[in-house]
């Protein structure tokens, strides 16, 4: 069974070295952290994309447990159903795999936008998807 949880080893230099992501060692923004906002990017794209080769973020002992069902939440939604969801190691892939595009899509503003810029297209991005949930709560 899974105890970590990994994003490709080719994107730790994007997290190391994001501007948006702002990795600290003094925890800050931690590893953790980090993951939950590619992850939601990700998802938010749709796009998941699976891991070619590893690299530990964080252990599965410092998730809380509204962290742990987050990343239920979103293989359940998957799969559709929590009956297609064979176990733990299941659940920890479908949220890297998200997490992997949601930090290449993030590589991709950074690149294309000045700082000034591409924190703002962040921004706008983030309220966006804020709206839609709170649509769909007020629904």
């Known amino acids: 069974m899974a105890d970590r949880l990994y994003v490709d080893k080719s994107t730790m230099e994007i997290y190391n070295n994001s ?38 973020m964080f252990l599965e002992k410092d998730l809380t447990e509204k962290e742990s069902a987050l990343l239920w939440a979103v293989a359940i939604k998957e799969k559709k159903s929590i009956q297609y969801i064979k176990d733990k190691d299941e659940v920890y892939e479908i949220a890297q795999a998200y997490a992997n595009s949601g930090i290449h899509y993030l590589s991709n503003i950074e690149k294309t936008c000045s700082f000034d810029n591409y924190l703002k297209k ?5 309220l966006k998807e804020l709206d839609k949930i709170k649509e769909q709560t007020e629904d």
């Not at 990795?23 to 891991?51: C, H, W």
């Not at 962040?122 to 983030?126: R, T």
Request: charged letters at 30%; a positive charge; proline letters at 2%.
């Open 19 to 56: 501007k948006i992501m702002g990795y600290t060692t003094d925890n800050k923004i931690g590893r953790k952290e980090q993951f939950f906002v590619a992850l939601g990017l990700g998802y938010m794209l749709g796009q998941p994309s699976k891991l070619e080769t590893k690299e530990l």
């Open 122 to 126: 962040f921004e706008k991005l983030a």
